[in-house]
């Protein structure tokens, strides 16, 4: 039956590619006016407010405009935990090579028609999309809690930058234009902006369905379409964005969705139909991704970590700074590449601020990420939570002192004892050569350094192979402005950290990565130049 349905959407996905673009307007009109017709939209298992009660059964590949089951065609099945309890959510079918191909055609399918669209109509597409994405964000944040562990409140806040991201690209989409330059004799050469083909999304854990909505808005904005793989540890929520775009009107196989870890990310990388790649995640890896990218000449976007520094001088207000060191370490669990994880703090007011970031960082309520109150809730992983407290022993072997947490935890509900959680942690005496300054922990645990002189701070926050992120905090306008200039760190902040508006380039320098998500820039990494001069007197030949 699975494989009888496959082989229908086979066939549906290939006739998609012989619609011609007229054909394709008025499907896309008719969808217009019947939102809700297309694509079913699945969620089974109870909605409630706390965790342990959903179960995913439904397929989470998506191509040719719907859900894929490929169990049958023995498929690597691997389970997918809910961090907040240690059970198990779904099984994940993983993409292998005649998956992938097939997502990547469909895509190319899409491409035909999605590419020829005026921006207008590909923007009034992707604003149902957000449309959707808004009436859908309870159900939406609730999933991406239930896989990530991440609390209700954050979710809620990932779900709207993936709509506002979504909302913005709409209108840069309308606003795509090439220029006109005037030559000699009344020759005139143009320029027309280009989209590049099917380019490959490859997602972190961290923040699943906003990095879904960061790569594949600026992607069909200009017109390309998009095979996406989201990280195997959280696969649930990108499937739920493809039937999105497919009710808002978007043609069958603009945004597909592949399953699978390393394995099925490498054919998507070598696949000769993709046209780029577009990866989150690890340095380690991305460097593996621009390896594989390098051998088809293609072009990347790379966001990867950081170990960010964030600098308190002794005029800031205390208050913001002490709520900006928690923004920028605590916020999913400390699971954020741009988090300021080396907070340097004039020696003069180490003590207070401690004083106050110890209080707050105890007081910050660890249980049921689905519940309201809960401020912080479960790690990705076991494995993920083992390494992060892995990194707190180091750090005390190394001579750092815990001022709090840093320890597993076992909320009351006894329906989360075997979830992943453990108590943020504050260090304190930490020196530039320890581990838990050196490296990207991805856990809450805040390294506080101590310094004296702005020269002296500005060395040592810049003394790293990274430089995603970077804030200041101090009342003295040209401090904070001659700092940032200074600061080896493509993403800053004066007086607040972690602040990323869609409207605004996002991406690191050195080895935090290539090219920006967000804010208009963006579009220059999902699109291609062409150049046309265009004669209007004879051939000047030399032979
Ligand atoms: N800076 C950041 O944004 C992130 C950093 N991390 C760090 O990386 C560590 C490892 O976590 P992972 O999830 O394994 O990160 P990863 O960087 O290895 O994986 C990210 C994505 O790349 C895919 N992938 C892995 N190897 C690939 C390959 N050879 N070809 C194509 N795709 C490939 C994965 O399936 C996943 O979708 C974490 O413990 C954390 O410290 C993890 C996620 C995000
Ligand atoms: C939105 N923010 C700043 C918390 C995270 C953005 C990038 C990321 O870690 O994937």
């Not at 004083?355 to 401020?375: M, N, Q, S, Y």
């Not at 002296?456 to 200039?485: C, M, P, Q, Y």
């Amino acid at each position: 039956m699975a494989g009888l349905i496959r082989t229908l959407q086979q066939i549906r996905c290939e006739r998609g590619s012989k619609f011609s673009v007229r054909e394709m307007k008025m499907a896309l009109l008719s969808s217009l006016g019947t939102p809700g017709l297309r694509g079913a939209l699945y969620y089974t298992g109870t909605r409630s407010s706390s965790s342990g009660t959903l179960h995913i059964k439904e397929p989470l590949n998506f191509w040719c405009g719907g859900r894929v089951n490929i169990k049958d065609v023995k498929a690597k099945s691997e389970p997918v935990y809910e961090p907040a309890t240690g059970r198990v959510l779904c099984q994940l079918q993983a993409c292998g090579a005649t998956e992938v191909d097939a997502a990547v055609r469909s895509a190319r399918a899409a491409f035909t028609v999605w590419s020829k669209l005026a921006g207008m109509e590909r923007a009034r597409v992707m604003l149902e999309a957000a449309r959707l994405i808004e009436k859908r964000r309870e159900e939406i944040a609730e999933i991406e809690v239930v896989n990530n562990g991440k609390s209700i409140t954050e979710a809620r806040l990932d779900v709207d930058s993936a709509r506002l991201c979504i909302e913005y690209f709409a209108g840069q989409a309308t606003v795509l234009s090439g220029q006109h330059v005037q030559l000699a004799g009344g020759s005139f050469a143009y320029t027309r902006r280009e989209p590049l083909g099917v380019c490959v999304g490859i997602g972190a854990w961290n923040y699943p369905i906003q990095i879904a909505a960061w790569k594949s808005a600026p992607a069909i904005a200009c017109g390309n379409s998009m095979v996406f793989k989201p990280s195997p540890v959280t696969p649930a929520t990108a499937v739920l964005l493809a039937e999105i775009y497919s009710q808002a009107g978007a043609p069958e196989g603009l945004f597909n969705v592949v399953q699978g870890g390393v394995e099925t990310g490498s054919l998507l990388c070598h696949h000769p139909d993709v046209a780029k790649i577009s990866f989150t995640g690890s340095v380690p890896t991305g460097k593996k991704i621009m390896e594989m990218a390098s051998r088809g000449v293609k072009p990347v976007t790379l966001e990867l970590g950081g170990k960010s520094p964030v600098i308190i001088f002794e005029d800031s207000d205390l208050e913001n700074a002490v709520r900006g060191a928690l923004m920028a370490n605590f916020l999913s669990q400390g699971q954020v590449c741009s988090n300021g994880t080396r907070v340097f703090v004039q020696s003069s007011i180490v003590p207070q601020f401690l004083k106050e970031v110890v209080r707050r960082t105890k007081a910050i309520l660890i249980g049921d990420p689905l519940l309201e109150e809960t401020r912080m809730g479960a790690l990705v992983s076991k494995p993920h939570l083992e390494k992060v407290l892995g990194y707190v022993d180091q750090a005390k072997k190394e001579g750092a002192r815990v001022l709090c947490g840093g320890e597993p935890f076992i909320p009351t509900d006894p329906k989360l004892k075997d979830g992943y959680y453990m108590t943020p942690c504050v260090l304190d005496g930490c020196t530039d050569d320890m581990t838990c300054v050196k490296e990207e922990i991805f856990g809450p645990v805040m390294s506080v350094l101590s310094f004296d002189t702005e020269d002296e701070v500005l060395r040592r926050a810049n003394d790293s192979s990274l430089g995603l992120a970077a804030g200041v905090f101090t009342k003295d306008i040209k401090r904070a402005h001659r700092v940032i200039e200074n600061l080896q760190a493509g993403s800053c902040f004066i007086n607040n950290y972690n602040i990323t508006p869609v409207e605004v380039p996002f991406g690191g320098y050195k080895a935090s990565g290539i090219g920006r998500e967000n804010g208009q820039v963006t579009i220059e990494f999902y699109s291609q130049l062409k150049t046309v001069v265009v004669e209007m007197g004879d051939v000047d030949s030399l032979f």
